[in-house]
């Protein structure tokens, strides 16, 4: 392809699809919307380069819409299982582009792993994380899983913290997690000193252990 820009194609215009797709199209990528259903494929015509009614899990189908030469191929269909999965294997002999499945549970996405899919996302379990975490401690705004170990969560400053230092607040010796950064209103400090003293409106951005930020998360749970 001429163009520099990189070109995406999302498969399944469900919720997710849609949105991915069009967010992409409004941060000025060229996006290909393929679905099934010719309604679906109508609804996101207006909003990406092109939008085509195919069956992804036919491989000529796929070949004759030059889905390999795409840079990222984004495969958004849930409930059809099968469907996620032979579109996913047939994109992985293509070859190509970086491929991204959306699994509509754990098993289904071990499966994406193990048949070569470069990245597996839950977005439901995801959103249920997060939603979980704010509402059990309202100064958690955030909640990102890393890996199976490994998460960040966004610490809305408590009113003990303000006027401290990051070194008289010693979370790292406390909870043995780390503060990898301060957001103040729309800016970002991303190498915090020990000296920094926190204000009002401080967020913390804190990477840890799991097991460790839930003890933070309890710890700073009252405001
Ligand atoms: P949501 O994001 O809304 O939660 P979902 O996970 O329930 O979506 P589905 O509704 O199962 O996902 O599928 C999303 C889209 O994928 C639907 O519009 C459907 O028509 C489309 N789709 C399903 N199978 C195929 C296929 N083989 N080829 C192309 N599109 C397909």
Redesign the pocket.
């Known amino acids: 392809m001429a163009s520099a820009k990189k070109q995406f194609a999302v498969?399944?215009?469900?919720?997710?699809?849609f949105s991915v797709a069009k967010a992409l199209s409004e941060m000025g990528f060229d996006v290909l919307a393929?679905?099934?259903?010719e309604h679906?494929t109508q609804a996101v015509s207006n909003i990406v380069t092109h939008a085509v009614s195919?069956?992804?899990?036919d491989e000529e189908a796929l070949r004759a819409l030059g889905v390999r030469n795409f840079d990222v191929v984004v495969v958004?269909?849930?409930?059809?299982i099968q469907?996620s999965i032979l579109?996913t294997l047939i994109l992985k002999d293509l070859g190509g582009p970086i491929i991204i499945v959306?699994a509509?549970n754990e098993l289904h996405g071990k499966v994406l792993q193990k048949i070569g899919a470069d990245k597996v996302i839950f977005p439901e379990r995801d959103m249920g994380l997060r939603v979980a975490h704010h509402l059990t401690s309202p100064n958690i705004l955030d909640y990102i899983e890393l890996s199976d170990e490994y998460s960040i969560v966004e610490l809305r400053v408590t009113k003990g913290m303000i006027g401290k230092n990051l070194k008289e607040l010693n979370i790292r010796a406390l909870f043995g997690c780390n503060v990898m950064a301060i957001k103040r209103g729309t800016k970002m400090n991303i190498s915090p000193a020990a000296s920094d003293r926190l204000t009002v409106e401080d967020v913390l951005v804190i990477v840890g252990e799991k097991n460790d930020l839930t003890k933070l998360e309890l710890a700073y749970s009252e405001s």
Do not use: P, V, W, Y
């Open positions: 498969i399944g215009m469900g919720r997710f699809g393929i679905d099934s259903d679906s195919a069956d992804s899990t958004a269909i849930g409930e059809d469907a579109t959306k509509q």
